[in-house]
């Protein structure tokens, strides 16, 4: 029996990861919320690594609404960098296998060219971050703290989470709930066609990450999506053809009509090659994903 401690309990992707966990029965699992841990407190942290002595540290916490970020740095800091650098110690103190999660947001959406379309274009993790906001430098800057210092660990970069919990950060929203209220609410929804990004059910998420902790090994940074590349045009013009709507529902905009001015990458898309072969793992492609979870939440059925 394997001890797991995860903080950011109530996210979405902890929330699945614990279910999972839950089913597989051979994990004690100690889940803390933001009212039960505070990461960015070493007293803390220290105390309740004494007490469990875990195995694994999942670390859910962390600070990613972009555009708040920016007007709080340090708070930003502190739970995305500094929370880090005390949990690589006490897990090389423990023994303890640190899972990290951090972005596509590392990447500044320019990636040369291949020559031909295939996974070669996604970027993969032998490519360089180059961040081009405070948010994937922060984020990156985390990874960093961990592969420097931490022994056993994970650095897992996801994008465009969505789970039936939703996103505290959105009011328990994320971008397939928001795109069915304002089908259900307006009749249409306006959506950014100008980013190509991945999506991530967090239950093929949270299968695949429990893959990883069972076989423990081979530890290093992974990109963790659901396959294939698409734009939040693609994503809702799916949700909307699985709803059996029009499809002049949807109408496609610009980033610079729905964001600020903050500067966000044009094309971030994955590779989950690696992650993929070294754990001998499938990971569905996305339009798999939003079916299946327009099923869990009820929308359409199998």
């Known amino acids: ?81 500094a929370s880090l650098h005390y949990l690589s110690d006490l897990c090389n103190e423990y023994d303890c296998t640190l899972i990290n999660f951090s972005t596509n947001y590392v990447f500044s959406g320019v990636k ?30 985390g990874e960093q703290v961990v592969s420097i210092n931490c022994e056993k660990y994970y650095n897992i970069r996801v994008s465009g989470l969505f789970g039936k919990t939703g996103s505290r950060a959105k009011n328990g929203k994320n971008f397939p709930y928001i795109i069915i209220d304002n089908l259900e ?58 709803l059996g709507r029009r499809d002049v529902d949807i109408i496609p905009i610009e980033t610079k009509d729905f964001y600020t001015n903050l500067k966000r990458p044009r094309d971030t898309s994955l590779s989950v090659g690696k992650v993929e072969d070294t754990f001998n793992v499938k990971v569905p492609e996305w339009q798999s994903g939003i079916f299946r979870f327009l099923c869990e939440i009820g929308k359409i059925s199998l």
């Open 1 to 81: 029996m394997k001890t797991v401690m995860v903080s950011g309990a109530d996210g979405q992707l902890v929330t699945d990861i614990l279910k999972t966990l839950q089913k597989e029965g051979n994990f004690h699992v100690v889940a803390y919320d933001r009212s039960r841990l505070d990461v960015t407190d070493k007293l803390h942290l220290e105390t309740e690594f004494r007490k469990i002595n875990p195995d694994f540290f999942i670390q859910g916490a962390s600070y990613h609404v972009v555009e708040e970020i920016n007007k709080n740095p340090k708070e930003a800091c502190d739970v995305n960098i």
């Open 112 to 141: 040369p060219p291949a020559e031909d379309w295939d996974e070669l274009q996604h970027y993969n993790e032998m490519d360089h971050a180059r961040p081009v906001n405070l948010y994937g430098i922060l984020k990156y800057a």
């Open 185 to 242: 609410e307006n009749g249409t929804a306006e959506v950014v066609a100008d980013q190509v990004i991945n999506i991530s059910y967090t239950v093929d998420l949270a299968t695949v990450i429990i893959d990883m902790m069972k076989q423990n090994d081979y530890f290093g940074t992974y990109h963790l999506v659901n396959k294939g590349a698409c734009t939040w045009y693609d994503v809702a013009r799916e949700i909307n053809y699985l």
